[in-house]
């Protein structure tokens, strides 16, 4: 069993055990909430000893370069001794500019970060609320028609952590400090010719509209499908503008698609599982790029079909919301 | 003799070979359920790791490993019989390939050489 030494004490590490795990069954205070590598909330320093590639897995380099770590994916090998990081340091404190609502139940936050904040349009950032509350959320905005300001859109979660206070709490002027950006979900330039087929369920278009503008923006000329899945016709909160959009790019395809609610009112709006209906549309997947985001049930599930429907592995980009 | 991994043409071919492999793990239900990880890549990497070692290129698996490894899936019930299944998958991943008979034998027999530490014996 390994020594983790922290705080002034040093505690013992069970066998499978996560340094957060270890951390937090000693009732430490770790700020964390995916617990899979995702959010970054449970970042630590590292003192004395080593820890594994996948603990840094995704990290900024300068990040890296300091010994930070995600305590979720970090199992010792040997003792180790850390520390909590200056989260001063690591936080970047932001604006809220303007805080609008897409329909009953999604809010588009948008943010001006107080220093240069580079970023790729559909990675994350996650948002505190205090030192230890913080979620994770996916950019929308794209730098290049949105200058400094982030978009996110958040989803009011009855009874969850921090989506019922960014819903109902924060307005226009008030700060808050965010953490990122992190995570492989975004557009590459190299793939300007290629197929794309974006598909995300809920606020899981938030990502998407990020990537899809983006691609746009740099002139994508492969076909661009996009499924935007929802329960009913309330859900599909970005409906006039990708329609708009699609009207204006001869190459973008907009798929609406809701599970409950019989069509009547837009035609083009089609009534299925999406699941269902991305395995019956794409049999063959071999050589288009993927995105995939939103529920982890769809995502996990979607991504295995799109690579026994012959896409590669690294070109599916799947990106499972936590909720929050 | 070169082994058969320097013959298809090292790691590129074992590349090539995870990708057939892995899908037809994943599209078998009679072994499928154990190769259920969510995180796809970690398990593309494993695949990788088997076929290399199978090819007689350079991995670094030792018995132990191999046992360590299956312990959690020996729990869930993992047997004999699926043991054959990934053989059985291996091969035809090689013929896809266009392996020579007596090389997948040889691949085969490698596999074979790890079923008691896989089956925890």
């Known amino acids: 069993m390994w020594n983790l030494r922290y705080a002034g004490q040093n505690l013992p590490v069970c066998p499978g ?11 430490h205070e770790i700020p964390n909430s995916c617990r899979v590598g995702v959010c970054q909330s449970c970042l630590m320093q590292l003192v004395h000893g080593r820890v594994g590639e996948t603990a ?24 180790l001794e850390v520390r909590a990081p200056a989260t001063g ?10 805080h609008t609502r897409l329909n009953h139940q999604v809010v588009a936050i948008r943010l001006r970060p107080e220093e240069a904040f580079g970023y790729y349009p559909g990675q994350h950032v996650t948002l505190w609320r205090d030192e230890l509350l913080g979620r994770c959320y996916s950019l929308a905005s794209v730098p290049a028609l949105d200058g400094e300001e982030l978009e996110l859109h958040v989803k009011h979660l009855v009874g969850g952590a921090l989506s019922p ?3 109902d709490k924060l307005g226009v002027g008030d700060r808050i400090q965010l953490l990122g950006p992190g995570g492989d979900c975004f557009y590459t330039a190299g793939d300007t010719g290629r197929p794309l087929l974006l598909a995300g369920i809920g606020t899981g278009l938030a990502p998407l509209y990020g990537i899809l503008r983006d691609a746009l923006c740099q002139g994508h000329t492969g076909e661009i499908h996009l499924y935007h899945g929802a329960l009913d016709l309330s859900g599909l909160y970005l409906h006039d503008e990708l329609n708009r959009l699609a009207s204006r790019h001869a190459n973008l395809h907009y798929y609406p698609c809701i599970l409950n609610e019989p069509p009547a009112r837009a035609e083009q709006v089609q009534q299925a599982d999406l699941m269902t209906l991305l395995e019956q549309k794409y049999p063959d997947l ?29 070109d599916i980009h799947a990106d499972a919301f936590v909720p929050g | 003799m070169s082994s058969l991994y320097e013959r298809l043409g090292g790691e590129a071919a074992v590349d090539a070979a995870v990708d057939i492999f892995y899908r037809k793990v994943l599209s ?11 995180d796809m ?6 695949q990788k790791g088997f076929l290399t070692m199978v090819f007689g290129g350079p991995n670094n698996y030792s018995g132990k490993d191999m046992r360590e490894g299956h312990k959690h899936l020996v729990a869930r019930g993992l047997d004999d019989s699926h043991v054959d299944a990934i053989i059985e998958l291996l091969g035809s991943t090689l013929k896809e390939l266009g392996v020579a008979d007596e090389d997948i034998a040889v691949a085969a027999g490698i596999a074979e050489s790890v079923r008691d530490d896989v089956l925890s014996r």
């Open chain 1, 165 to 167: 206070w960014l819903c």
């Open chain 2, 28 to 38: 078998d239900d009679r072994v499928n359920r154990f190769f259920d990880d969510v």
């Open chain 1, 17 to 27: 055990e996560s340094v957060l795990d270890t951390l937090l069954s000693a009732q």
């Open chain 1, 89 to 98: 340091a690591l936080r970047i404190p932001s604006r809220v500019t303007a």
């Open chain 1, 286 to 314: 071999r050589g288009w790029k993927i995105h995939l985001c939103g529920d982890p049930a769809f995502v996990n599930k979607q991504r295995k079909a799109c690579y026994l429907a012959g896409a590669r592995l690294p």
């Open chain 1, 56 to 79: 840094q897995q995704g990290l900024k380099d300068s990040w890296r370069a300091q010994g930070l770590f995600l305590a979720c994916r970090c199992y010792p090998e040997a003792d």
């Open chain 2, 41 to 46: 890549e970690r398990q593309a990497a494993k």
